[in-house]
């Protein structure tokens, strides 16, 4: 077997930095565009779509272990292609519609390639998760060479995303001691998510109202 040495070593913690970077510079190029969005739907309509936005990188140790779960090739290029969440960016959205109308301004921007698209919004999941979420694929301009890395972006609103974090929580305690969530627990939380939408579906007309109630009084 050959030994490595100290120079390989150096030479992969390069690569890796490299590689880790690329997905940053896509984030950073996703949040100006989502900046750009907010502060132009501001000056234009007096609204704000967007509460806050939140990215976050894997690292590679959470990268190593997704592989494995997932079985793929251990190369900067096996795992490119087959983790696409690698860099992801979370917003939240105040209302439904809002969530629609940024995933549709992302969409059509001409150099953002959007690879794949799950609406756990109009079909949650089986313990009621909710979420748009999109992989896009972003250009990046390095010094030498434009990639296209890919991105995950999750929308949804405040409520969804409380849901979703307290369910997280909830899930790993469980997960720690390896225990299986029991039935009754279960139902509860998908109660909790079918309250969360009725709370979205409340505010949302609320809103919609009240921008009726405005227009009538400009008139
Ligand atoms: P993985 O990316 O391998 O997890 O599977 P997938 O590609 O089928 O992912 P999916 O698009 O369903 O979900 C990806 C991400 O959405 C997860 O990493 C979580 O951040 C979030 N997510 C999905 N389902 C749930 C859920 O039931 N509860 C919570 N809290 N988050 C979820
Ligand atoms: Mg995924």
């Given at each position: 077997?050959?030994?490595?040495?100290?120079?390989?070593?150096?030479?992969?913690?390069?690569?890796?930095?490299?590689?880790?970077?690329?997905?940053?510079?896509?984030?950073?190029?996703?949040?100006?565009?989502?900046?750009?969005?907010?502060?132009?739907f501001?000056?234009?309509h007096?609204?704000?779509?967007?509460?806050?936005?939140?990215?976050?990188?894997?690292?590679?140790?959470?990268?190593?272990?997704?592989?494995?779960?997932?079985?793929?090739?251990?190369?900067?290029s096996?795992?490119?292609?087959?983790?696409?969440?690698?860099?992801?960016?979370?917003?939240?959205?105040?209302?439904?519609?809002?969530?629609?109308?940024?995933?549709?301004?992302?969409?059509?921007?001409?150099?953002?390639?959007?690879?794949?698209?799950?609406d756990?919004?109009?079909?949650?999941?089986?313990?009621?998760?909710?979420?748009?979420?999109?992989?896009?694929?972003?250009?990046?301009?390095?010094?030498d060479?434009?990639?296209?890395?890919?991105?995950?972006?999750?929308?949804?609103?405040?409520?969804?995303?409380?849901?979703?974090?307290?369910?997280?929580?909830?899930?790993?305690?469980f997960?720690?001691?390896n225990?299986?969530?029991?039935a009754?627990?279960?139902?509860?939380?998908?109660?909790?998510?079918?309250?969360?939408?009725?709370?979205?579906?409340?505010?949302?007309?609320?809103?919609?109202?009240?921008?009726?109630?405005?227009?009538?009084?400009?008139?």
């Amino acid at each position: 077997m050959n030994q490595l040495s100290i120079n390989d070593l150096k030479r992969f913690k390069n690569e890796l930095t490299r590689f880790m970077m690329t997905y940053k510079f896509a984030l950073d190029e996703i949040e100006t565009r989502i900046e750009i969005l907010v502060q132009e739907f501001e000056m234009l309509h007096e609204y704000n779509p967007i509460e806050h936005t939140k990215s976050r990188l894997k690292s590679p140790e959470s990268i190593f272990h997704k592989l494995n779960r997932k079985g793929g090739d251990l190369s900067f290029s096996g795992i490119k292609e087959s983790i696409k969440d690698i860099a992801g960016m979370r917003i939240t959205c105040s209302f439904v519609s809002d969530i629609y109308v940024i995933s549709q301004m992302l969409k059509s921007q001409s150099d953002l390639k959007v690879l794949d698209e799950k609406d756990y919004i109009k079909n949650p999941k089986p313990n009621g998760y909710q979420s748009l979420h999109l992989i896009i694929e972003v250009p990046v301009h390095l010094s030498d060479r434009l990639e296209s890395v890919c991105i995950e972006v999750q929308i949804r609103t405040i409520a969804m995303d409380f849901w979703a974090s307290l369910e997280h929580k909830i899930y790993y305690k469980f997960n720690q001691g390896n225990q299986a969530v029991p039935a009754r627990l279960l139902d509860e939380l998908k109660q909790a998510a079918a309250a969360a939408s009725a709370l979205d579906l409340q505010m949302e007309r609320l809103h919609a109202e009240i921008e009726v109630i405005k227009e009538e009084q400009s008139e």
